[in-house]
């Protein structure tokens, strides 16, 4: 048995998790970390315990889908404890840390007045000493920003809270995963490694070449006891082969959300990846996991939210990715960690912060870094940006969720560019408040009606129209909406005719086509071939 040649079968997640709650960037950077463990873990756990029939309600009332709420039914109470427990015992450091931010922004608030600063470091809380600078900005208004790169080699990066949840999925029904951790279930196994662990690509590696069952076990140390459930996650199937694309042209092939790749017969650029399973009958039509080359040159990410920074989807391609494009930040803000420095902590190599208005050349493509507007509730995240790419003397504009408070910017990055052949536009203009994401970071309570103010909204019609008539797209395309099945768990988004991203969207498409031309919400899985040398040639 043990010497059996076996690959990972398609359906097998890899799950990453820290403190059992599935892994997201604000969670391995240690300052957002530490304030999310406390802020938004600790505090659902408490209001669960406390009233778990009253989260019980809440999740199955769509009108508060990706709420705080925990999924379990209104059970699980004594394993919900224990889980405080754990947490409370093994994250006392980040728990410490959490406190003394809040203690740091209360000190600058009171006694950081106009005058000089240096007085204050001897009143830093002392386990923050050494780790943040204090600062005005041209208003006298104080802040701290963090030296970063030493709060990961500090007692504050705590990568022992990471694991991987290892299970198989037979559809693509999943609760929203921010809200509700991982609790024991007899079908997962909970492999204790962290997210640097070379062991994740020698896993996801058995995607496409076997191994013999013995060595991934000795690899991993199974136990006895959960020998048949890891054996349960291969077979001795072979997946169906790779295509690779070896025509002349440009190939783009949309996988769902924002995650589209670009092939041509020699390079290969991969955007915001999310990338569904296959094994299993799903009712939409999807590209996956077998569509992907075996190395990937290019991987780009737009910004840092949840929807477009996916572990599950990034550590086990991390073998194939060459090069990793991020958007460059290194401000030390809690609120806008540096995005290289993360994914370095992660085992990623060959990372590269790119600037605004930066290019990459590579075999007869570029990548453009563009500025990114909105979208960041007014907040001031550098960690965002759209990207040209441009393969021969084809122009695809890739936007991602950013909403064009100033059509003017692309104005001015228009008489940079030129026209361009291809846009892709995320539509979800309605976007959640402030406090949904960033909530975990204020420490001052934000009004209601401020932080309804300050959305998470990417553009409407009117925006996304301002940027067809600047960039005179041929074909435009709404993306990044959320409303495939497999991204419900992470963007807990479901729309019906009458949303209004959708109502705002289908008026886009149809200006758009009236103008003559191409346009449509894309949905599922799209494949379209360019010539080089412009006009679009369409599957
Ligand atoms: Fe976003």
Not at 17 to 40: C, E, F, K, Q
Not at 166 to 194: G, Q
Request: one cysteine or more.
């Amino acid at each position: 048995m043990n010497n059996k040649q076996v690959y990972l079968k398609p359906n097998v997640v890899l799950e990453p998790l820290v403190d059992n709650w599935y892994a997201w960037s604000h969670l391995i950077s240690p300052a957002t970390a530490a304030m999310n463990i406390v802020g938004r873990h600790h505090t659902i756990i408490e209001s669960y315990l406390s009233a778990p029939s009253i989260h019980a309600e809440a999740v199955l009332n769509p009108k508060m889908r990706g709420g705080p709420f925990m999924d379990f039914g209104g059970g699980r109470i004594e394993e919900v404890k224990a889980l405080e427990q754990k947490s409370h015992q093994q994250q006392e450091k980040i728990i410490q840390f959490a406190k003394a931010i809040k203690d740091l922004d209360k000190l600058l608030a009171n006694e950081a007045k106009g005058f000089g600063l240096e007085d204050l470091y001897n009143k830093v809380p002392e386990i923050l000493k050494g780790y943040v600078e204090l600062y005005y900005d041209r208003h006298n208004n104080p802040g701290f920003r963090f030296f970063e790169s030493l709060l990961y080699k500090s007692e504050f990066y705590n990568k022992s809270s990471q694991s991987i949840a290892m299970w198989i999925t037979n559809n693509d029904e999943r609760p929203f995963c921010l809200s509700t951790p991982r609790l024991e279930e007899a079908e997962v196994l909970n492999l204790e490694i962290t997210f640097e662990n070379p062991v994740i690509d020698e896993l996801a590696k058995m995607k496409r070449t076997p191994q013999t069952l013995g060595y991934v076990k000795a690899m991993l140390g199974i136990p006895a006891s959960k020998e048949a459930l890891f054996e349960s996650f291969f077979t001795e199937t072979p997946p169906p082969p790779y295509q690779k694309y070896t025509g002349d042209k440009i190939r783009m092939r949309y996988f769902g959300h924002a995650c589209i790749l670009v092939e041509t017969k020699d390079i290969s650029i991969l955007v915001d990846p999310l990338i569904s399973y296959y094994g299993y009958h799903s009712s939409v039509e999807h590209f996956s996991d077998v569509d992907l080359p075996d190395t990937i040159d290019y991987v780009m990410i737009t910004h840092n939210h949840q929807d477009h920074i996916l572990f599950e989807t990034l550590l086990p391609l991390r073998h194939k990715i060459k090069n990793l494009i991020v958007p460059r930040t290194s401000s030390g803000k809690l609120e806008d960690p540096n995005l290289k420095l993360m994914f370095e902590n992660i085992g990623f190599e060959n990372i590269i912060a790119m600037d605004e208005m930066e290019t990459v050349r590579f075999s007869d493509a570029e990548i453009t870094g563009l500025p990114f507007i909105g979208e960041h509730s007014d907040l001031n995240i550098l960690t965002k940006m759209c990207y040209l790419v441009k393969i021969g003397e084809f122009k695809l504009l890739f936007l991602a969720d950013s909403r064009i408070v100033e059509s003017k910017l692309y104005d001015h990055i228009h008489r940079e560019i030129g026209n361009v052949d291809v846009m892709f536009l995320g539509m979800e203009c309605d976007g959640a408040p402030l406090t949904w994401l960033y909530g975990p970071l204020l420490t001052k309570k934000l009004a209601r009606d401020m932080d309804s103010s300050r959305r998470l909204a990417g553009s409407d019609c009117d925006k996304g129209m301002a940027l067809v008539d600047i960039f005179k797209p041929k074909e435009s395309y709404v993306y990044a909406m959320g409303q495939e099945p497999w991204c419900e768990f992470i963007s807990s988004i479901k729309y019906t005719d009458e949303s209004n991203p959708i109502v705002q969207s289908d008026k886009l498409v149809k200006i758009c086509r009236s103008r003559g031309m191409e346009a449509e919400r894309l949905y599922g899985e799209k494949e379209l071939l360019y010539d080089k040398q412009i006009n679009a040639v369409e599957t």
